[in-house]
């Protein structure tokens, strides 16, 4: 009896497995490509995948914006893998994103779905060996996986490639590459456009499009076919979202006290941690490693290689708790990840989407709890109002907050003591005259334009600050001739109260 019902349940998964594969193939994609997709465990098409496949196998341009998780990077690499299949060469296919992590996330998924195809890959990336790079770019790779910066690097200062028959331009994260935030690539991506054929298919993927529509469109010319998931909610449905009030002092107790929890219930759950700088991710996580908990960092400060390692320690569960900058916020796949706790409120929704959507990926559940400062509540709102969702307020036993208290914030301390020693804002400094130089400016005359600037608004306000003391010396000395004047009429009504008695 129990054979039987064995046999019947392996034959169930069997027939779920030959329909997913089918309905892969009703896309369009070529038998071998539907049985490598469910090898690499794509049971059946996801929606993105369902309507974007089909439209980029017609030679369309193609905009796809859906929720986190839901297979966007699928949506693209199987259709190029197919095109590329047909009329093999290289370089075929280049795939922009914004971090060095999130492309070589993306090299994995063109490596092992293309692994029939024996294709070649090149990733690009800042922080790693430049020379190595340009020679792995001269013999043509099928697909060059890049970030911005150091692709527009090369293009600069070498002519061993080419990027003129690419057939493929795809933007992950699209509308962050087109965004004008503190990592600016727009004048890389200057570079970038002018080196690859106008007569190309172009693809934008991202969580949040909507926002850069107008931009995207206009790079995706081409009969574009736009996809945005139908559902009104921006985040996924299996993603439980809460929210903690917690005074600004209180908020590492609290944090602590979230983690210790986990741990203590929950021993193979999976953490990412976000915070607002660099050097609040390298406190917090030398805090955490104080009281013994498994963590590691991940922020722009750090080396690509230290990066690198950390990563992969969390992916591989020997460290189950990621504090990282919003470096980590986006594209990055990590399906063991249950929980995300946002140590700041994010101040854009957008950003919120992206950090929490780091759990409850691929039909999986998560949660996500956000520490709100009575400083942060207007932001709270907004994430609402863009996710078209309420958070719910996450309780916790805040004597247990208390208890620990003193002692959390003592840690802090001596961490930031320990910090300050190990020359932090120095190498801070250092990495942003280096970044200076990369994007063609000079550190020198950039510190002196600022050195100006400062000196002008500093004179400003000095300017301010004396009209305003002359204002009030002004007001003052109406005020007491006021008062001057009232007294000698006030002594001059007296007298003559007196002369009259
Ligand atoms: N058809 C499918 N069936 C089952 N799993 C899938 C399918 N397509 C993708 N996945 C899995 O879903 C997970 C999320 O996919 P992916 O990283 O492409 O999401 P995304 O939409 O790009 O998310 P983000 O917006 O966060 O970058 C991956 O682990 C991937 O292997």
Redesign the pocket.
Known sequence: MSDRRGGDAIGTRRRARGAGMAEFRALGLAPWLAEQARQV??????PV?AACIPAVLQGRDCLGC?K???????AFVLPVLQVLSEDPYGIFCLVLTPTRELAYQIAEQFRVLGKPLGLKDCVVVGGLDMVAQALELSRKPHVVIATPGRLADHLRSSSTFSLKKLKFLVLDEADRLLEQGCADFTADLEVILEAVPARRQTLLFS?TLTATLTELRALAANRPFFWEAASEVRTVEQLEQRYLLVPEAVKDAYLVHLVQTFQDEHDDWAIIIFTKTCKDCQVLNMMLRKYKFPSVALHSMMKQKQRFAALAKFKSSIFKILIATDVAA??L?I?AVQVVINHNTPGLPKIYIHRV?RTA??GRKGMAITLVTQYDIHLVHAIEEEIKLKLKEFSVEEQLVLDILTQVNVTRRECEIELEGMDFDEKKEINKRKQMILEGKDPDLEAKRKAELAKIKKKNKECREKVQQTLERKKQLQLKRKLQKRMERRKRKMEKEKEEQ
């Open positions: 465990g794509l049971v059946r098409p996801t995948q859906a986190t998780g839901s297979g966007k990077t699928a969580a986006r594209g796949d399906p959507g990926r691929a």
